[in-house]
């Protein structure tokens, strides 16, 4: 998480058609994330062959 809050640009993703909407891509993990307002929300951190089960 220091990674991501250090360069917030990093390879973040618009998926469509899936809930939560934003995918954050760290090595070989993803972090799946949806943003309001101010805040962000975490709903998974796992490897990529993982993430989209």
């Known amino acids: 998480m ?3 809050s250090n360069d917030l640009k990093g ?3 618009r998926l469509a058609n899936f809930t939560p909407e934003y995918r954050l ?3 070989d993990y993803r972090i799946l994330f949806e943003t309001y307002k101010d805040k962000i929300t975490i709903y998974r951190i796992l490897h ?3 993430v989209y089960k």
């Open 2 to 4: 220091e990674e991501i």
């Open 25 to 27: 891509r760290v090595g």
């Open 11 to 13: 390879d973040v993703k």
């Open 48 to 50: 990529r062959k993982d």
